[in-house]
C-alpha cells in the first residue's frame, strides 16, 4: 500500500467518476490535503511552493525494484507493454504520441474544475508545457502554443505546428494558418522526423519502468501469443488516439439522453435545465454535459493522471501530470529516472527533473545510470538539491523571475477573452512573438475555421453557468458573468450552434431580476454607461514604459506587423520585474444599470427574441429536409404495437390528455368559450392526430429547442407582465393593456406547447389575468381619454412583432383574446375584467394555489368583490336612469326588472367574497349599495295608480323593510364604529334615510283602504323614531348639518301628526292629553334643531307658526279669561322669538339683492341654495295675519280685565304695547307697495317693540 499521505492528497474532482470511479475527497480531506504544500529553501533565497493534488486516478504507490547492476534494458522484460495497476496508465503511454500534450488538454481539466477557472487560478496547462515555459532562456528549441483567456485564467496548450500542417495537408482545415506561417515565419516548412535515437531512449525508458515494477527483476514467462498480440494492439491503439487535430468543432448530432437532463425540462424556474444541456455544475459540478460525446471524440478530455493546484510564489496553476511516483519503505515519494551514463545531466534536464518533482511535491529523486542499456548505478538526491547538481547548476530565483515575467507578459497581452493566442519562438531563435489567430482566422473567407472557438465558447459557458447556479451568488458578480455569455456568444456562428447561443441568451435574461426593486439594483451595481460592450473591448492598453520593460511593437512591417507583442530577447525574462504586468487581468465588470423597469425589461425581451430566433433558425421543416437516396434503406425501429399505438391507443392517449387537461390543467376550461372548443385546444392535441408529436412548428417536444422554447417564451411572458405593471402604475392603460395582451399571447402558446402544467407557471396566469382585468377596469372608469389609449393599445415595437412572430409558429395565440381586446362598451369592459378575475380564481381553486398563496388569493377576492360591486352598480343606475325616463307607463317593465335582477346578483356574489376574506368593512359597503337597490325597487313602485288616490303600497313596503333588513346586516358586519367610522356614519344615514322615506310616504300617502288610522299613525311614529336614532346629530362631521336638518324635519312632522290627531280627536281625554304634550315637545325639539341650522329660516318660520296655530287651538277650548290671555300671551312670545327666522331671510336678500353688482364672480360651490320667494311671501302673510289676530285678541281680553281690575301697571304696559303694535302692522299691511325686505324690516322692528313692551316677551306667560 502507499502512503497515506499521498492517498490523502490525491483526490478526484467533481465528476471524476466517468473517468475513474474514484471517490470524492470530503471538504476537510481537502483540507487536510492542502497541509502538504512544501516551501524549499535553497541556498540563503527563498522559493515559495505548494502542491496539492485535487485529483489522481493513480493506484497507492509501491516501491520500485531496484534493478541488479548489467540487467541489459535492452531486453524487453516479461510484462513490457502489459497494463499494470502499479505502472498506471503511464506504462502504455510511455511509448506514444500521447505522452505530449493534447491541443485540448487544459479544457479537460478546465471543465473539471469549473469552480477555479476565472476566478482562483492564473494558468491551467499540461506540467509539461509549464516546464517548457519556464526553460525558454535556456533552451533553443521552439515554442508553440495557443493561448486563451476565461476570466483571470490563462489555458495553455501546446499547438503542434507539424502535425497541424500535415493536417493541413490532408483536409485543407487550417490552410490559413500555414499560409500565414510559411509566408512570416517559415518560408521552406517540412516536417521534421524523428530520428531513431529519440524511439531507442523511449523504448530503454519504458523497459526500465517495466522492470522497476517486476519486484525482483527477474525474467518473467512469456505469455501467450494471443494475450501478447492483444496487449501490444492495445498499446498501439492508445498510441494511435494520441494528440491527433480535430476538425473545426460542429455542434453535436444527438442531445445527452441523461434521464435526469429531460425531466429537468419540467421545472421552468430553474436554469438547471439549460446548463444540463449545455454544460455546467449546479451541483458540485457532477452534470452531464450536451457535448460529452463530442468532447471525447475531440481529446476534450481531462486523462491526466494527477491534477495538481500548484502555488508557486504568488502564481496559482492548476497543472496535469504524468509522472510516475514509487513509495514504500524508506522512501515514502521518489520519482524515477534513467541517465546515459556517459552524457552528463544539463541545465534543461536538472530544471525539468526540479519542476516535476516540484509541481507533483515529491521530496527526492532516484537516479538510474546505465551505459548502451547495461544497469551501472543508482543515486539518490534530494528536490532542493537538483539546483546545484554538477553541469546543472541554476538559481532558482531566475526560474521565479522567469515564471512571472512569463505570465505578466501574456497577461498584459492576452486580453480579449475567447480569443484564441500563439505564443510562437522559432528554434534557435531568442524573439518571443505573440500573435491573436482570431483576429488573423476572421480576416479569412470562413472566420470560424479557428477549432478553439467551440472549446473556448463551451468553457466561457461553463464558467458563467457555474457562476449562476451557485445560490449564494452576489449579485456583483452579474457582470462578470454578463460579460462571458456575451464573448461566448460572439464567438460562435449562430447558424452552426444555436443551442449555445439560444441558452446563453436565456442566461443573460435571467441576469435580471425582473421584479427586483429598482434601489437594490442600482446600489449593488457600479454606474457604467458603456457597459453594454463587453470589457475585453473597451479596455484600451496603456502605453508601455521602458523601466517596466514591456513587450516592443516592432518596427519591421514585413514580420512583426501581425503580431499582438514581442520579447525581443529571452534573456530578459531573467530580469526580475521585467515584464510587471501593468494591466488587471479583468477590469470591473459592470452590470447594465437600468433605470426604470421598461429599460430593464427591454433589455431582457432583446436576449429573449436571439433565443427564440436561434431556436427557429435551427428546427428543420420538412421540406428544409434532404431528398432520401433511393439506393438506401431506410432504418425502421421495430416497436410492439400495444406500447406505441396504432389509431387506438392514439385515440386512448389523446383521451387521456383531454381528461387530465379538463380536470386538473387546461385553463382554458375556465375562460369563456369565444371560438370553438377546437381552437381553443392545446397545440399538441392537434398535433397528435396528425400522427406524429411534433409542434406546429416541428418541434419534438423533449428536444432541446422544445424546452428552450418553454422557457424563453415563459421569460417573455414575465417581461411583458412587469412592463404592463408598471405602464398600469403610470396610467397608460393602453400600453398597459397592450403588453398584458403579449404576455397572455406568450403564456397561450407556452400552454400549446407544455402539456404538463406547473404550478408556478399556473400561478403567473393568474397574476396575468388578475392585471388584465384591472386595466379593464381602469379603462371602464376613464372612457373620457379613450382615443389616446387606443393609440398606445394599437402602437408595437419592431422587437414585440418579432418575438409575435416566433409565437405564431407554435400557436395562434388567440386563447386569450377574448381578455385583451379593447372594447368601447362600458358593460362590456366591466364584464371583462370580472371574467378575468374570474379565470384567476378559478385557477387558484383548483390547482390549491389559494393555501400556497394567500395574499394573491385575498387580494384576488377583494377585486372580485369590487368589480362585482361596479357592474351591480353600473346595473342599479341604468335601472335608475328607466326609471326616471318612465313616463307614460306607470307599470314596472321588464328591463327595470331584469335590471335589477342582475344588479342583485352581482351585490350578492361580491358579498360572498368579501365575506369569505373577513372584509368586514367592504362587505358592509356592498350590503349598504343592495339597500339601496331596495330603495330604488320600491321607487319604482311608487308611480303605480292615480297620483290623487295615491297611496303607500304593499310592495312599498316590503322593499323598503328589505332595504332596511340590509342595512342593518352592515351594521352587524361592521360590529363598532371603531372598525370603519366613514362607512359605520354612511350605512347609519342611509338606514334613517330608509326609515324616514318610509314613514313620510305613510303620513303623506296613509294606506287607509288596507289600515287604520291609528295603526298609521303608530307605524309612522315608531319609523320616525328610529329614523332618530340613526340619525347622529352630536357628532362633528361634514355630514351633522344634514342630521340636524333631518333630525328637526322628523321633530316637525311628528309635532304636526299628534297636532292634527289632536285636532280630530274627540273622546278620550288620556290621549289627547298624551298627543298635546308630544305635539309641544316635538315643536320645541324642532325649533331648538332649526335654530342651529344657518340655511333653514323658512322651516323654522313654519314651525312656529304651527306653535301659534297649535296655541290658537289650545285656546278655543279655553273658558276663561285668564287661560286665554296667558295662553295669547305664549302664542305672542312664540312671535317674538320668530324674529331670528326673519334676520336670516333678511340676510339672505340683502345678499340676493347684493348679487347682480357681482355677475361676473360665480357663486361658491358650497353656498346655500337661494330663497324661495313665494314662499317667504306666503308665510309671511300669514304671520302678518296671525300677528294681528294675536294683538287684536289680546288688546280685547287685557281691556276687559282692566275694566275689572285696576292699578296693574304691567298689563297697562303691555296693553298699550300691543296697541302701538297692532296699529303700525295695520298701517303697514294696508299699504300694498311695500317691498318684500321692507315688510320683514317692519316686522322685525316690530317684534323688538313687543319684546321690549312685554319685558323681554315673555313675562305674561310666565
Known amino acids: 500500500m502507499g502512503d497515506s499521505k499521498e492517498a490523502g492528497a490525491e483526490a478526484p474532482p467533481a465528476g471524476a467518476a466517468a473517468r475513474g470511479g474514484l471517490s470524492l475527497l470530503s471538504q476537510g480531506e481537502n483540507e487536510e490535503a492542502s497541509a502538504q504544500g512544501s516551501a524549499l529553501f535553497l541556498g540563503g533565497s527563498e522559493v515559495k511552493s505548494r502542491a496539492v493534488v485535487k485529483y489522481s486516478s493513480a493506484p497507492p504507490r509501491t516501491a520500485f525494484a531496484r534493478l541488479e547492476e548489467k540487467t541489459d534494458l535492452k531486453l524487453p522484460p516479461a510484462n513490457w507493454l502489459r497494463e499494470s495497476a502499479k505502472l498506471g496508465p503511464a506504462g502504455t503511454t510511455i511509448l506514444g504520441n500521447s505522452r505530449k500534450s493534447k491541443p485540448f488538454s487544459s479544457f479537460g481539466m478546465a471543465y473539471d474544475f469549473i469552480d477555479s477557472v476565472g476566478n482562483d487560478v492564473d494558468v491551467v496547462s499540461d506540467s509539461e508545457n509549464i516546464k517548457k515555459l519556464l526553460k525558454i532562456p535556456y533552451s533553443k528549441s521552439h515554442v508553440s502554443m495557443a493561448v486563451h483567456r476565461i476570466g483571470r485564467t490563462l489555458l495553455l496548450d501546446e499547438l503542434d505546428i507539424q502535425e497541424l500542417f500535415m493536417r493541413s495537408s490532408q483536409t485543407g482545415d487550417w490552410t490559413w494558418l500555414k499560409e500565414f506561417y510559411q509566408r512570416l515565419i517559415d518560408q521552406k516548412w517540412q516536417r521534421k522526423k524523428k530520428s531513431k535515437e529519440h524511439w531507442y531512449q523511449k523504448a530503454i525508458l519504458s523497459k526500465f519502468l517495466y522492470y522497476s515494477i517486476n519486484g525482483d527483476g527477474a525474467a518473467q514467462p512469456v505469455p501467450p501469443a494471443a494475450e501478447q498480440q492483444e496487449s501490444s494492439s492495445s498499446g498501439q491503439a492508445t498510441d494511435s488516439d494520441g494528440a491527433s487535430w480535430p476538425a473545426p468543432f460542429e455542434m453535436p448530432s444527438s442531445v445527452s439522453e441523461d434521464p435526469s437532463a429531460s425531466s429537468q425540462g419540467s421545472e421552468p424556474l430553474e436554469l438547471s435545465y439549460i446548463v444540463g444541456h449545455v454544460a455546467s455544475a449546479p451541483k458540485e459540478q457532477n452534470l452531464t454535459t450536451l457535448f460529452s460525446d463530442g468532447e471525447n471524440s475531440q481529446g476534450l478530455k481531462n486523462d491526466f493522471v494527477r491534477n495538481i493546484l500548484w502555488t508557486f510564489e504568488d502564481i496559482h496553476m492548476l497543472v496535469g501530470s504524468n509522472m510516475p511516483i514509487f513509495g514504500g519503505g524508506r522512501y515514502p515519494a521518489v520519482s524515477l529516472r534513467l541517465r546515459d551514463n556517459?552524457?552528463?545531466?544539463?541545465?534543461?534536464?536538472?530544471?525539468?527533473?526540479?519542476?516535476?518533482?516540484?509541481?507533483?511535491?515529491?521530496?527526492?529523486?532516484?537516479?538510474?545510470?546505465?551505459?548502451?542499456?547495461?544497469?551501472?548505478?543508482?543515486?539518490?538526491?534530494?528536490?532542493?538539491?537538483?539546483?546545484?547538481?554538477?553541469?546543472?547548476?541554476?538559481?532558482?530565483?531566475?526560474?521565479?523571475?522567469?515564471?512571472?515575467?512569463?505570465?505578466?507578459?501574456?497577461?498584459?497581452?492576452?486580453?480579449?477573452?475567447?480569443?484564441?493566442?500563439?505564443?510562437?519562438?522559432a528554434s534557435g531563435s531568442d524573439i518571443v512573438k505573440l500573435y491573436d489567430l482570431t483576429t488573423l482566422c476572421e480576416e479569412t473567407e470562413d472566420k470560424y475555421q479557428n477549432p478553439f472557438t467551440m472549446p473556448v465558447a463551451v468553457l466561457l459557458y461553463k464558467v458563467a453557468c457555474n457562476m449562476m447556479m451557485k445560490k449564494g451568488q452576489n449579485k456583483k458578480h452579474y457582470g462578470t458573468v454578463r460579460t462571458l455569455l456575451l464573448n461566448c456568444v460572439r464567438l460562435l456562428d449562430k447558424s452552426r450552434h444555436p443551442q449555445i447561443i439560444a441558452s446563453a441568451n436565456y442566461m443573460l435574461s435571467e441576469l435580471f431580476q425582473l421584479d427586483e426593486p429598482k434601489k437594490e439594483e442600482s446600489s449593488e451595481s457600479p454606474l457604467n454607461e458603456n457597459s453594454d460592450e463587453s470589457y475585453s473591448e473597451e479596455e484600451e492598453e496603456?502605453?508601455?514604459?521602458?523601466?517596466?520593460?514591456?513587450?516592443?511593437?516592432?518596427?519591421?512591417?514585413?514580420?512583426?506587423?501581425?503580431?499582438?507583442?514581442?520579447?525581443?530577447?529571452?534573456?530578459?525574462?531573467?530580469?526580475?520585474?521585467?515584464?510587471?504586468?501593468?494591466?488587471?487581468?479583468?477590469?470591473?465588470?459592470?452590470?447594465?444599470?437600468?433605470?426604470?423597469?421598461?429599460?430593464?425589461?427591454?433589455?431582457?425581451?432583446?436576449?429573449?427574441?436571439?433565443?427564440?430566433?436561434?431556436?427557429?433558425?435551427?428546427?428543420?421543416?420538412?421540406?428544409?429536409?434532404?431528398?432520401?437516396?433511393?439506393?438506401?434503406?431506410?432504418?425502421?425501429?421495430?416497436?410492439?404495437?400495444?406500447?406505441?399505438?396504432?389509431?387506438?391507443?392514439?385515440?386512448?392517449?389523446?383521451?387521456?390528455?383531454?381528461?387530465?387537461?379538463?380536470?386538473?390543467k387546461n385553463i382554458r376550461n375556465l375562460l369563456p368559450p369565444v371560438t370553438c372548443r377546437e381552437e381553443l385546444?392545446?397545440?399538441?392535441?392537434?398535433?397528435?392526430q396528425k400522427g406524429n408529436y411534433s409542434s406546429q412548428s416541428g418541434m419534438i417536444p423533449g428536444s432541446w429547442q422544445h424546452k428552450m422554447k418553454l422557457q424563453l417564451i415563459l421569460k417573455s411572458s414575465k417581461a411583458y407582465y412587469v412592463l404592463s405593471d408598471a405602464a398600469m402604475s403610470l396610467q397608460k392603460y393602453g400600453r398597459a393593456l397592450r403588453y398584458i395582451k403579449l404576455a397572455l399571447q406568450s403564456h397561450d402558446t407556452y400552454c400549446c406547447l407544455c402539456t404538463n402544467m406547473l404550478s408556478e407557471v399556473l400561478l403567473f396566469l393568474s397574476q396575468y389575468l388578475t392585471l388584465c382585468g384591472d386595466i379593464q377596469l381602469m379603462l371602464a372608469q376613464n372612457a373620457n381619454n379613450r382615443a389616446a389609449h387606443l393609440e398606445e393599445f394599437n402602437y408595437?415595437?419592431?422587437?414585440?412583432?418579432?418575438?409575435?412572430?416566433?409565437?405564431?409558429?407554435?400557436?395562434?395565440?388567440?386563447?386569450?383574446?377574448?381578455?385583451?381586446?379593447?372594447?368601447?362598451?362600458?358593460?362590456?369592459?366591466?364584464?371583462?375584467?370580472?371574467?378575468?378575475?374570474?379565470?384567476?380564481?378559478?385557477?387558484?381553486?383548483?390547482?390549491?394555489?389559494?393555501?400556497?398563496?394567500?395574499?394573491?388569493?385575498?387580494?384576488?377576492?377583494?377585486?372580485?368583490?369590487?368589480?362585482?360591486?361596479?357592474?351591480?352598480?353600473?346595473?342599479?343606475?341604468?335601472?335608475?336612469?328607466?326609471?326616471?325616463?318612465?313616463?307614460?307607463?306607470?307599470?314596472?317593465?321588464?328591463?327595470?326588472?331584469?335590471?335589477?335582477?342582475?344588479?342583485?346578483?352581482?351585490?350578492?356574489?361580491?358579498?360572498?367574497?368579501f365575506e369569505s376574506i373577513d372584509d368586514a368593512t367592504n362587505a358592509a359597503l356592498l350590503l349598504c349599495n343592495t339597500g339601496r337597490l331596495m330603495r330604488?325597487?320600491?321607487?319604482?313602485?311608487?308611480?303605480?295608480?292615480?297620483?290623487?288616490?295615491?297611496?303607500?303600497?304593499?310592495?312599498?313596503?316590503?322593499?323598503?323593510?328589505k332595504a332596511v333588513d340590509y342595512y342593518l346586516k352592515a351594521l352587524r358586519s361592521l360590529g363598532t364604529r371603531d372598525t370603519h367610522a366613514a362607512v359605520w356614519d354612511s350605512v347609519n344615514w342611509e338606514l334613517s334615510t330608509t326609515y324616514f322615506t318610509m314613514a313620510t310616504l305613510q303620513q303623506d300617502y296613509a294606506p287607509l283602504s288596507r289600515k287604520a288610522q291609528e295603526?298609521?299613525?303608530?307605524?309612522?311614529?315608531?319609523?320616525?323614531?328610529?329614523?332618530?336614532?340613526?340619525?347622529?346629530?352630536?357628532?362633528?362631521?361634514?355630514?351633522?348639518?344634514?342630521?340636524?336638518?333631518?333630525?328637526?324635519?322628523?321633530?316637525?312632522?311628528?309635532?304636526?301628526?299628534?297636532?292634527?290627531?289632536?285636532?280630530?280627536?274627540?273622546?278620550?281625554?288620556?290621549?289627547?292629553?298624551?298627543?298635546?304634550?308630544?305635539?309641544?315637545?316635538?315643536?320645541?325639539?324642532?325649533?331648538?334643531?332649526?335654530?342651529?341650522?344657518?340655511?333653514?329660516?323658512?322651516?323654522?318660520?313654519?314651525?312656529?307658526?304651527?306653535?301659534?296655530?297649535?296655541?290658537?287651538?289650545?285656546?278655543?277650548?279655553?273658558?276663561s279669561n285668564i287661560g286665554k290671555l296667558k295662553t295669547l300671551s305664549g302664542a305672542l312670545d312664540i312671535m317674538v322669538r320668530t324674529k331670528h327666522a326673519f334676520q336670516l331671510i333678511r340676510k339672505e336678500l340683502v345678499e340676493e339683492f347684493d348679487q347682480p353688482k357681482n355677475e361676473e364672480t360665480p357663486p361658491a360651490a358650497d353656498s346655500a341654495p337661494s330663497l324661495n320667494r313665494e314662499e317667504v311671501i306666503k308665510l309671511l302673510s300669514i304671520f302678518e295675519s296671525r300677528l294681528s289676530f294675536l294683538l287684536l285678541q289680546s288688546i280685547k281680553l287685557l281691556s276687559s280685565a282692566k275694566k275689572k281690575t285696576s292699578n296693574n301697571l304691567e298689563e297697562d304696559v303691555v296693553l298699550k304695547t300691543n296697541k302701538q303694535t297692532y296699529s303700525q302692522l295695520l298701517r303697514a299691511t294696508a299699504n300694498k307697495n311695500t317691498s318684500l325686505l321692507e315688510r320683514i324690516d317692519v316686522l322685525i322692528h316690530l317684534l323688538d317693540q313687543l319684546a321690549r313692551g312685554s319685558g323681554g316677551g315673555g313675562g305674561a306667560v310666565q
Not at 381 to 401: A, G, M, Q
Not at 681 to 688: H, R
Not at 937 to 961: I, M, T, V
Open 681 to 688: 385546444m392545446p397545440q399538441p392535441v392537434g398535433s397528435l
Open 542 to 664: 496603456m502605453p508601455d514604459s521602458d523601466e517596466n520593460g514591456s513587450y516592443s511593437t516592432c518596427s519591421d512591417p514585413s514580420d512583426d506587423n501581425k503580431a499582438v507583442a514581442i520579447i525581443k530577447s529571452v534573456g530578459e525574462l531573467s530580469v526580475p520585474e521585467k515584464y510587471k504586468s501593468i494591466h488587471q487581468i479583468r477590469p470591473s465588470c459592470a452590470f447594465p444599470v437600468c433605470h426604470d423597469t421598461e429599460e430593464r425589461c427591454r433589455l431582457v425581451l432583446s436576449y429573449v427574441l436571439e433565443g427564440l430566433k436561434s431556436v427557429d433558425s435551427s428546427i428543420k421543416k420538412e421540406r428544409d429536409l434532404p431528398a432520401a437516396d433511393p439506393n438506401t434503406p431506410i432504418p425502421l425501429k421495430y416497436e410492439d404495437e400495444s406500447t406505441r399505438g396504432g389509431p387506438e391507443a392514439l385515440e386512448k392517449q389523446m383521451a387521456l390528455f383531454l381528461d387530465k387537461n379538463r380536470s386538473n
Open 342 to 425: 556517459n552524457k552528463p545531466i544539463n541545465v534543461l534536464t536538472g530544471i525539468d527533473y526540479w519542476l516535476d518533482n516540484l509541481i507533483c511535491n515529491v521530496p527526492e529523486l532516484v537516479m538510474c545510470f546505465h551505459v548502451n542499456g547495461i544497469v551501472q548505478k543508482y543515486e539518490m538526491i534530494k528536490t532542493e538539491e537538483i539546483p546545484n547538481l554538477e553541469n546543472s547548476n541554476f538559481s532558482t530565483k531566475v526560474i521565479k523571475d522567469i515564471a512571472q515575467n512569463i505570465l505578466s507578459f501574456l497577461k498584459s497581452n492576452c486580453t480579449k477573452e475567447g480569443h484564441t493566442y500563439w505564443l510562437f519562438k
Open 796 to 913: 408595437q415595437t419592431k422587437e414585440d412583432q418579432e418575438i409575435l412572430h416566433s409565437l405564431h409558429r407554435e400557436s395562434s395565440c388567440q386563447g386569450f383574446a377574448w381578455a385583451t381586446d379593447l372594447s368601447t362598451d362600458l358593460e362590456s369592459q366591466l364584464s371583462v375584467s370580472c371574467k378575468c378575475y374570474e379565470a384567476a380564481n378559478e385557477i387558484l381553486q383548483f390547482s390549491d394555489l389559494k393555501n400556497q398563496n394567500p395574499e394573491h388569493y385575498v387580494q384576488l377576492l377583494k377585486r372580485m368583490g369590487n368589480i362585482r360591486n361596479e357592474i351591480g352598480v353600473f346595473y342599479m343606475n341604468q335601472a335608475a336612469a328607466l326609471q326616471s325616463e318612465r313616463v307614460v307607463s306607470k307599470t314596472v317593465s321588464t328591463a327595470e326588472q331584469q335590471l335589477w335582477k342582475k344588479s342583485f346578483s352581482c351585490f350578492e356574489k361580491g358579498i360572498h367574497n
Open 1015 to 1119: 295603526q298609521i299613525e303608530k307605524e309612522v311614529s315608531e319609523a320616525m323614531m328610529k329614523s332618530l336614532k340613526y340619525c347622529d346629530v352630536d357628532s362633528v362631521s361634514a355630514r351633522q348639518p344634514l342630521c340636524q336638518y333631518r333630525a328637526a324635519t322628523i321633530h316637525h312632522r311628528l309635532a304636526s301628526m299628534y297636532h292634527s290627531c289632536l285636532r280630530n280627536q274627540v273622546g278620550d281625554e288620556h290621549l289627547r292629553k298624551q298627543h298635546r304634550v308630544l305635539a309641544d315637545l316635538h315643536y320645541s325639539k324642532a325649533v331648538k334643531l332649526f335654530q342651529l341650522l344657518k340655511d333653514a329660516p323658512c322651516e323654522l318660520l313654519r314651525v312656529q307658526l304651527e306653535r301659534v296655530a297649535f296655541a290658537e287651538f289650545q285656546m278655543t277650548s279655553q273658558n
Open 936 to 961: 330604488i325597487c320600491a321607487q319604482a313602485h311608487c308611480g303605480a295608480g292615480d297620483e290623487c288616490k295615491r297611496e303607500f303600497s304593499p310592495e312599498e313596503g316590503l322593499y323598503y323593510n
